[in-house]
């Protein structure tokens, strides 16, 4: 079982900056097991992905978000990111991580979700 919270959301304005951070604890897996990602979901329409980092360290981003966000990860802290530069108001969702077993092909552990909402 993986535990996920979710932090750092806000309000910004469009053209703003935000780093959110998805906290992974309750398990024993190694950090190389666990591959993570970024969804989001805003109202009346269907979750998108954001962005992923697999166990080898490769990225990969939905077209909407490429060179404005950035995924990372800490290891030792058991912490995933998401940077988000240059904001837009169709960012504005709820934004979930996400996790499974690198050799499942869907994410089974999801946190809350913490909310981002651009303003014009």
């Known amino acids: 079982q993986v535990q996920l919270v979710e932090s750092g959301g806000g309000s910004v304005q469009a053209g703003g900056s935000l780093r959110l951070s998805c906290a992974a604890f309750?398990?024993?897996?190694?950090?190389?097991?666990?591959?993570m990602g970024w969804f989001r979901q805003a109202p009346g329409k269907e979750r998108e992905g954001v962005a992923s980092?697999?166990?080898?360290?490769?990225?990969s981003y939905a077209d909407s978000v490429k060179g404005r966000f950035t995924i990372s990860q800490d290891n030792a802290k058991n912490t995933l990111y998401l940077q988000m530069n240059s904001l837009k108001p169709e960012d504005t969702a709820m934004y979930h991580c996400?996790?499974?077993?690198?050799?499942?092909?869907?994410?089974?552990?999801w946190g809350q979700g913490t909310q981002v909402t651009v303003s014009a």
């Open positions: 309750g398990h024993s897996y190694t950090y190389s097991s666990v591959c």
């Open positions: 980092i697999d166990r080898d360290g490769s990225t």
């Open positions: 996400a996790a499974r077993l690198c050799w499942w092909h869907e994410y089974r552990y």
